[in-house]
């Protein structure tokens, strides 16, 4: 049987789009162009590797999808609300028990935003 790693996903961070206000979430890519993003948005990817993780008899019993949640937050982050989001999105990988790495990329002048990756494996 195959699992929906997008709905795994999807079901770990879908707190933040029921909450006031809601946050926008989008899958693999944003699909607005730049004047209408929101100010702060998550993109989330998964299957961007799937990879044997147990084997018995030769056959792969269960296997590992990497994927990746981007948190994207308007401004330099000098701000007092800076890392809101990524606090919140840190605190429901925590809470669902992922192991992730998290990269800060810092600020991103083209989109005028602060931009942090967490990347992990869903088994």
């Known amino acids: 049987m195959t699992k ?7 079901d770990i961070i879908k707190p933040l789009a029921l909450r006031t206000p809601p946050v926008k979430i989008y899958r693999n890519a944003i699909d607005s162009d730049y004047d209408s993003q929101p100010d702060d ?8 590797s799937d990879n044997p993780f147990i084997y018995g008899d030769g056959k792969v019993l269960m296997r ?6 981007t948190v994207s937050e308007k401004g330099t982050g000098n701000n ?9 999105v840190e605190d429901l990988l925590i809470k669902n028990n992922v192991h992730y790495m ?4 810092g600020y991103v002048e083209s989109t ?3 931009q942090t990756t967490f990347d992990f494996s869903l088994t």
């Open 4 to 10: 929906d790693y997008n709905q795994i996903l999807y």
């Open 41 to 48: 948005y998550i993109v989330y990817s998964t299957g961007l």
């Open 64 to 69: 590992k999808c990497s994927c990746d949640i």
């Open 80 to 88: 007092e609300n800076a890392g809101y989001l990524v606090n919140l």
């Open 102 to 105: 998290k990269i800060s990329v």
């Open 112 to 114: 005028d935003s602060m």
